[in-house]
């Protein structure tokens, strides 16, 4: 009877996380969708003026799809090559001395807090770029530069964990071929790591799509959309975050609705990511 | 024959895999029965069908009726942890538990409710005396057992199984992870242990199946192809496949 | 030989970017370090803030850091763990544990922001919390939740089968064999895993300010709102009150978080140990 009540108590707990995440879902729905369906989706996706505190208000959020995109392709043009060639690093390459310094120093990369890098973007780069590349500073540049850095330990982990995962046999295969270590690489390591390391790229994409406070430290927050990287801008996240600590009525049905956006397009990388990752729930490091 | 375990047309099957075959078979009470046979003919299956440790397969099923004392394991009435201390087992890994000497030794009794200090001290000292570890250890029951060496491992492991006073021992390839002395001292062991216990053993060769067993049976792809009391399946076998199997010649 | 000298080209640029990469931590770290530790004394820690944080320190926010990731992690551990073990030890793969997989899988992906809207709506509004450290600290037991099933799930399952046929041989019941044979072996991995959480929770922002508030005062109760130093440290920055006073107080916050990951780094080791010798 004990046990019964044990595994009962279990199975509940268990539901936790799915009980969360049903939650989430219709409370933001519930919140956000009214505005779509007055305003249209389309007219909300792809209207190019955000004024909700106009008469009459405009609800158009896509000077944040822009920002939103810009800023996260250029994070990964940041992010990927650096944290592909770190990961590459750590397998194959590193003395294992400096390998026992990395994972941590990885690991602490991961755990600043997001503001921190937000304030180092805000305090340091943005003056740098302003001086030598033109423009306010605070731009998408700057914030690309940063979250590229944030996004990496993300990438690092997923595709270390699926260099590592190669089976040695296929890689004693090759070097039985007579390739040379970076052939081995090229060749043979990456390619049969793709999967993983697309999963680690598509959870990196996840993370600067929805970082918010650094990027409303960094990005100057202009509500026009960006045609030049040294353009400030506004992302779906940095505006919620902004305008949340005093939207009410209308308004702030409206940032619920660019949740629900954001929402959307957070679980389709999602959906994505775990369709690339073989084994999904083993082994993967929670960055 | 005094029968303690009696088989009857039993068959086990994990999923689609037939591991053991419509098996009738007793096993006699206070004697060593030696199950031997090629890897994979369902030695450890019939080892597990007694503890019903089989059913932690999520796919295992079988037929058929396995009695102890003339009473069915099967029986609704036949609650798992009883049975199991009733018939406690024994694995061919060392097993030491990341606790101290003592933990081990008393863990199946603290699993089973007893809390009384002085109980369990004495549970303790005969388990390790009966294993023939006592001497080596009585000074120092409370370090870890994982710091004793592979044979005195596996004699810890006989002590935690000796302590809950099993009427039956299982014993799944005991000496197979060890070196020669350390085998004698467990062989020498269970000579002295079957005056009080059932012991069912997977020998790890012939060689040791003939020195330790009362009675013995070849097992073959999940069969029993043959059973005989003594030295008989060794001196004299019947079937060609245990002749061919106890000269060396099977292939 | 141009195979070689790809290689010495390639292998170059690899070194090249680790060591940036080791060397953007070091300046990020060390220029807060540089420019906080200056400003930092024991009045800092343990003095209130006045205006607004320009002067005064920072205690109130220390308080609510610490109270916060308490909190939170009252609510996520036993239901993470409970989670794992279910997942682990009760179970086997099937329709159910993939949902209950994809919904953790979810969970880890939703951005902190979604959590900060989804607990002012939830916790602050329709449950009429209001910004509170109760409203703060749920919607942050959600936000770590998966770090915690994740980390335990990856502890247990490193746990020796051995463990668990020997347990059950001597008469274990399933929770007898979890709780003696698994969880004993599964802690330090469980208790690293408490720590990141714990981290998890100290370094966020977006998820916090929505749902604990930005209150200067000492909580009273758990239905108190509180700042974090997180929280505290973007408002310093980005109202522009005090860059002296948002140095000194990223330095604390880099310090905290520097501790949090030596200690979960060294537990393993520690803890591994401490088992053996019991
Ligand atoms: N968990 C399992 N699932 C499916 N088949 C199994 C499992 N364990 C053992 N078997 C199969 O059962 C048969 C007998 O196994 P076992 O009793 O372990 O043999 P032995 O101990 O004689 O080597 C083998 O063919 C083996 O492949
Ligand atoms: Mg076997």
Known sequence: MKERSISFILLITAFGALVALGLITYFIFQAGVPLIAKVGLWQFLA?????????????????????????????????????????????????????????????????????????????????????????????????????????????????????????IAVREGAVALGSSHWQVITGVLLPTARSGIIAGIILGMGRALGETMAVIMMIGNSLAIPVSPLQPATTLTSNIGLEMAYASGQHREALFATGVVLFVFIM???ALATTFVRRPGTSRRSA | MDIKIEF??????????????????????NAVLAVFGPAGSGKSGFLRSINRMAELESNERHQGDIRMDGVS??????????????????????????????????????????????????????ALRASTLWDEVKDRLDSPGLNLSGGQQQRLSIARA?????????????????????????????????????????????????????????????????????????????????????????? | MTTARTQRFAFGCIWLAAVFTLAVLALVVGLIMVRGLPSLSIGFLTGTPENLGRDGGI??????????????????????????????????????????????????????????LFGFIFFVTYLQMGWSILAGGLTLALMVLPTIIR?????????????????????????????????????????????????????ETAAVIFTAGTALNLPKSVFSPVRTMAVHFYILAVEGISLEKAYATGAVLI???????VIASSLITRLVRKQVRR
Request: charged fraction near 15%; glycine fraction near 8%.
């Open chain 3, 151 to 203: 980390t335990t799930e990856e502890a247990i399952r490193t746990v020796p089968q051995s463990y668990r046929n020997v347990s059950y041989s001597l008469g274990a019941t399933r929770w007898q064999m979890v709780t003696t044979a698994v969880l004993p072996s599964a802690l330090p991995g469980i208790i690293t895993g408490i720590i990141l959480a714990f981290g998890r929770a100290v370094s």
């Open chain 1, 268 to 270: 389709i990388l999602n």
């Open chain 2, 162 to 251: 000796l302590a809950l006073e099993p009427e039956v021992l299982l014993l799944d390839a005991p000496t197979a992870a060890l070196d020669p002395i350390s085998t004698a001292k467990i062989e020498d062991m269970l000579i002295d242990l079957k005056a009080n216990y059932t012991i069912v053993i997977v020998p790890h060769s012939i060689q040791q199946a003939a020195r330790v067993g009362d009675a013995a049976a070849f097992f073959l792809n999940g069969m029993c192809v043959e059973y005989g009391a003594g030295n008989q399946l060794f001196v004299s076998p019947r079937d060609k496949r245990t002749e061919d199997y106890v000269t060396g010649r099977f292939g």
């Open chain 2, 8 to 29: 009857d047309h039993y068959t086990l099957a994990y999923g689609r895999d037939v591991v053991l075959n419509d098996i009738t078979l007793p096993v006699a009470r």
């Open chain 3, 59 to 116: 205690f109130p926010t220390i308080v609510g850091t610490i109270v916060l990731g308490l909190v939170s992690l009252l609510i996520a551990t036993p239901l993470g763990i409970g989670s794992a073990i279910y997942l682990t030890e009760y179970t086997h793969e099937s329709l159910l544990t993939r949902a209950i997989r994809f919904g953790t899988e979810s969970l880890a992906g939703v951005p902190s922001i979604i959590f900060g």
């Open chain 2, 73 to 126: 394991i099967f029986a609704p009435a036949v609650r798992l942890p009883e049975l199991r201390r009733r018939a406690a087992m024994v694995f061919a890994q060392p097993v030491a538990l990341p606790m101290s000497i003592y933990d081990n030794v008393s863990y199946g009794l603290r699993l089973a409710g007893q809390r009384d200090r002085r109980t369990l001290d004495a549970a303790v000292e005969r």
């Open chain 3, 255 to 261: 310090v905290t978080v520097l501790i949090i990951n």
């Open chain 1, 47 to 167: 209207g190019s003026t955000w004024n909700p505190t106009a008469k009459p208000p405009a609800f158009g959020i896509l000077p944040m799809i822009v920002g939103s995109l810009w800023l996260t392709f250029g994070s990964l043009v940041i992010g990927v090559p650096l944290g592909l060639a770190v990961a590459i690093f750590m397998v194959e390459l590193a003395p294992a001395w400096l390998a026992v310094v990395m994972r941590p120093a990885i690991q602490l990369l991961a755990g600043i807090p997001s503001v921190i890098y937000g304030f180092i973007g805000l305090t340091l780069l943005a003056p740098v770029i302003r001086a030598t590349l033109g423009g306010p500073g605070l731009s998408v540049l700057t914030g690309a530069i940063i979250l590229g850095f944030m996004i990496l330990p993300t990438i690092i982990a997923i595709s270390e964990d699926a260099i590592r995962a190669v089976p």
